[in-house]
């Protein structure tokens, strides 16, 4: 097996060094993928820059196919794309990219016409919806409820952690629709949430830092349309581990960004 990347790759490799070099300022030293750096006031309009620019490029989704804004585009590059942005420290990459993949794979043609195509132009950011007060690792403990009416789910509860959810316009978030579900796993259900939505509360939680990246939120009678169910209801479960895959698989950026450090220690001690 030959694992040598092809001349098309390295030429994308180089294609995306240059676009990174022309649009990030000549003394930038990078931010770690996550909440934290992004929070801060005076990286915040470059990174939403990056991340339309990266969008107007084509280079978000890109491996999705051609009718939901993606490129049909190989695994190995989108690989490679990863590989430079976070080697870079490129501010601005989204979670709302593994939100795309959870939504191709579970949600309906009407859900993918409608989400799909403004992650992939860069419009949108996305958060995540899981932990609660008293739901952290074990997920399925989650309690913030979901009730069905006749055009809606009514949504009671509380989550915390939530990041950059002031700037995001959609949380996908996990809640409970059936209480008496023989397991705690069986009884949740995923929701596509406008974090403008009436009854939302939002209380930014600041950190030793100074910076504030994360969120409590309060649900209060939230009235979420039915169409905003993705996947079936009670059948969370499965969402929810295909999520834990597509969100957290980021080593990739974790590996990179510890390359750049690397380097810049080296740099320094010469
Ligand atoms: C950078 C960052 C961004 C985040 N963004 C979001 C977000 O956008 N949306 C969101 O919903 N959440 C977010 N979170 C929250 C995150 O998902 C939770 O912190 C995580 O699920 C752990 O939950 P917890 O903090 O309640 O810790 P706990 O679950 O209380 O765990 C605390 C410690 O106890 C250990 N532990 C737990 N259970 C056991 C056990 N049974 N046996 C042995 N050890 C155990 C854990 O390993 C850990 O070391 C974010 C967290 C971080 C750090």
Redesign the pocket.
Known sequence: MDFRFTEEEEAFRKEVRDFIRESLPPDWLGVDP???EESREEIYPLALEMWRKLGSKGWIGMSWPKEYGGQGASLMKETILAEELSHRGVPGVD?AQAHGEIILMFGTEEQKQRFLPPITSGEVKY?????E?N?????FALQLRAVEEADCFVLNGQ???????PHAAWCMLYARTDPDAPKKSLGISVFLVDPKSSGITMRQITQMTGLA??SEVFYDNVRVPKENLLGEKNGGRAVTMYAFGAERSYGLFVLHNARRYFEQLVQYCK
């Open positions: 996550g909440p934290e979670v958060t995540i919806g899981m932990s007060p739901a952290g690792s074990d997920l989550q915390i952690w939530t990041s950059g959810i990246p994360f």
